[in-house]
């Protein structure tokens, strides 16, 4: 069975690919994100100016302390706008699968100023502004503040040109924000939204060596992984039941196999990202989602990922 699905009007020739921030930092791991079965090509979020980020250790793949997870604080490091821009168009010669370009600011303006310079350029698939990095001091969760998304939103010019773009927000836990978040994307005229980011300011302790076990902000850091796959089910299905099909949902957050995938799929996922399993298993992590999901969808007997979309049973 074909798994492809599509995202704001953009047809993906599978249900899975990559979470921004992991191996899409340099053209060459997002080359080989194009020779893999990851469904689409998503770059690092980027800044108008390359950053080195925050110090090491800042990121933990595989720890007995968190089994299953990743901890990470690495300050957005990357490239900067003008590679970021040389990446897109470089795997847009090369590639066919969907590349989309990934935003994050510290500002409201250079947000502004980072969406118009991949609008302008017209390659990009589609562009996901970042709302929600936990690295980068209060002002990197626009996510939690809706008046700024909404502010943001009214300023982006969209009428450049048409690429789609969507927001990647932060975890939620109350209801409000889910009602007022769900009103602002609405509003304006988005065309996905990827939740969740990593769980942000989570503490890993050492207990052995009495101490943290990466060295910004004090040891703590976005969790990502098993532990977080409830917490980005929720988020899903919270965004699902109110944005009445309009809007694609992009699941992200502890997805490492095809029953994972599919948990995401019932609760209203078009699409899944997969981040921390994506770091621990590398490449083939892809084929192996893929032919999993596959096979539970036959034995379910689903014709294909629509059909199972969003059918989750409440009790
Ligand atoms: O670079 C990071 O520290 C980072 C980002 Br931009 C993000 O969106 N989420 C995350 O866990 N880390």
Redesign the pocket.
């Known amino acids: 069975m074909k798994l492809n699905t599509s995202i704001a009007g953009i047809d993906f020739d599978g249900f899975a690919y990559n979470a ?2 992991v191996n899409d930092e340099i053209l060459k791991q997002l080359e080989k994100l194009g020779d893999s079965d990851s469904a689409a090509i998503l770059l ?2 980027c800044s108008i100016e390359p950053r080195k ?2 110090e090491n250790p ?1 990121y933990i793949v595989k720890s007995n302390l968190i089994p299953g997870c990743t901890l ?7 490239r900067g706008l003008e590679e970021n821009l040389s990446y897109v168009d470089s795997l847009k010669t090369t590639n066919k699968k969907p590349v989309i370009a ?1 935003l ?1 600011c510290f500002s409201k303006e250079e947000h502004l100023i980072l969406f118009k310079a991949f609008q302008d350029q017209g390659k990009a698939d589609l562009i996901e502004l ?1 709302f ?5 001091g209060a002002h ?1 969760l626009i996510g939690y503040y809706p008046e700024l998304v909404d502010e943001i939103l009214t300023q982006l010019d969209t009428t450049k040109g048409n690429i789609k773009y969507g927001i ?1 927000l932060p975890p939620y836990f109350e209801e409000w924000y889910f009602d007022k978040i769900s009103d602002i994307i609405l509003k304006h005229n988005v065309g996905f939204i990827s939740c969740i ?2 769980l ?1 300011n989570a503490l890993v302790i050492d207990a052995e060596k009495e101490s943290t076990v990466i060295k910004p902000n004090f040891g703590r ?2 969790l ?1 992984g098993d532990w977080i796959k409830p917490i980005a089910l929720s988020n899903v299905n919270s965004f699902y039941r109110r944005l009445d099909r309009k809007i694609s949902i992009v699941g992200v957050g502890g997805v490492r196999n095809g029953k994972d995938a599919f948990e995401f799929l019932l609760a209203g996922a078009d699409s899944v990202q997969v ?1 921390s399993a994506f770091a621990q298993e590398s490449y083939p992590i892809f084929t192996k989602i893929h032919n999993e999901l596959n096979q539970i969808l036959e034995s379910k007997g689903y014709n294909s990922v629509q059909e199972a979309k969003g059918k989750l049973k409440f009790l």
Do not use: I
């Not at 990470?72 to 990357?78: A, E, H, I, K, Y």
């Not at 929600?132 to 980068?136: K, Y």
């Open positions: 921004c921030g690092k979020s980020g925050n800042k990470n604080s690495m300050g957005l490091s990357n990934s994050t970042n929600s990095c936990p690295n980068v990197g990647k980011n990593t942000g850091g976005g990502g981040g």
